[in-house]
């Protein structure tokens, strides 16, 4: 991340913090720790202030700091994180926001244990909303997992898969994304053939892959620290007429799905657009799930598209679209893209085939 980057990110995360009347900002999370200042160790905290960034880490992650933070002040410990705070933010003169939902109720306790001197509030949101627009360089990391995850999933039309346990095709398709330049693997690897495909979260297991099934196959990849998620749905030989049907359909309504998604259009009505296709068919109660979710440094973030959701889709939203059917008994199909939304429709990043391919 660039030294403007950073100070853009800071500058509005101030905004945000006199809009909410705070002089501070404790953040734990380190998806949102990492969004401020770069820095990606574990066991830490930001506190930003009017006037700097503060990290508060230990000693095992000072090079690290110094190497991916330098623009931080870094604050060294060796007892808990709560401990420190009241040094850091006693000059602040102001209400405290503190983080909370990423601490567990033991970690909560303990931070307002020690700043019960000091006047504070638990705030949660406050980065998560800044990240939900990615700026120029984070759609490109965004395109770039894009690109990595689609060859990803391509390798499967090069490998034997029929006969297999499920968990040897993820752990090849993994091995080979992070020999591609991957860096961590956001989720575990959804493999799910046959009657195992009815469930949406499939995570790969020792079943065998059997022969004339549908086979649903979900994954996805890091560049830079933004994820990609995307599923694409194989035969493994001979399907039945309904199976095919519902592959059909699920792709008529991804389709639709994304024809919809565009900055000013209402998250729950790309949903509703990509839902009706399968209601109409008759198949609606075999499509529970949301039609999709916002990608970036968490695989899972707003904004989200669903039935529920109350936003409005903003030019350089990275979300999902993936609508599914599954029923039980006989599989499931899913068909998924991570696309940017822009201000004319929106930028497929996961380009490849959408129709049915049988693999061997």
């Given amino acids: 991340m660039g030294r403007q ?66 623009s931080a002040r870094l604050v060294e410990t060796a007892d808990r994180l709560a401990t420190v705070l009241p040094q850091v933010l006693g000059g602040v003169g102001g209400e405290i926001g503190v ?41 490109q990391a ?29 752990l090849e398709l993994e091995m080979w994304a992070r020999q591609q ?68 359909l699920v792709q008529s309504a991804q389709k639709a799905g994304k024809e919809a998604v565009k900055a000013g259009v209402a998250a729950a009505e790309v949903d509703r657009v990509a839902r009706s296709v399968i209601d109409n068919a008759g198949m609606g109660e075999y499509f529970k799930h949301s039609l999709g979710h916002g990608v970036g440094l968490e695989v899972h973030e707003a904004p989200r598209l669903s039935p529920r959701s109350t936003e409005i889709l903003q030019a350089g939203n990275v979300v999902t679209v993936e609508p599914g059917i599954y029923v039980e008994g006989l599989g499931g199909v899913r068909i998924e893209d991570t696309v940017i939304v822009t201000d004319h429709g929106c930028e497929v990043v996961t380009e490849l085939p959408r129709e049915l391919i049988t693999l061997f």
């Fill in 99 to 139: 983080e909370s939902s990423f601490l567990t109720l033991g970690e909560w306790l303990d931070v307002i244990e020690s700043l019960a001197s000091l006047p504070h509030q638990p705030v949660k949101g406050v980065i998560e909303k800044l990240r939900e627009v990615k700026a120029p360089e984070e759609q």
């Fill in 142 to 170: 965004c395109r770039d997992a894009g690109e990595l995850v689609a060859a990803t999933i391509e390798r499967l039309m090069h490998i034997p898969v029929v006969g297999r346990p499920e968990i040897d095709v993820a």
């Fill in 181 to 248: 330049g991957s860096g961590r693997i956001p989720f575990d690897y959804i493999v799910g053939s046959g009657p195992r495909g009815a469930m949406p979260h499939a995570i790969a297991s020792r079943a065998v892959i059997p022969p004339d099934a549908l086979l649903v196959v979900d994954i996805g990849v890091t560049v830079d620290g933004y994820a990609s998620d995307m599923t694409r749905t194989f035969a493994t030989g001979m399907l039945s007429e309904r199976e095919r049907e519902m592959h059909r």
């Fill in 5 to 70: 980057i950073e100070i853009l990110r800071l500058q509005a995360t101030r905004t945000a913090l006199a809009d909410e009347k705070l002089a501070a900002l404790v953040v734990f999370d380190p998806r949102n720790i990492r969004y401020l200042c770069g820095f990606t160790g574990e066991d830490s905290c930001v506190v930003v202030t009017g006037e700097e960034l503060v990290l508060v880490s230990d000693f095992r992650f000072r090079l690290q700091a110094a190497q991916e933070a330098p």
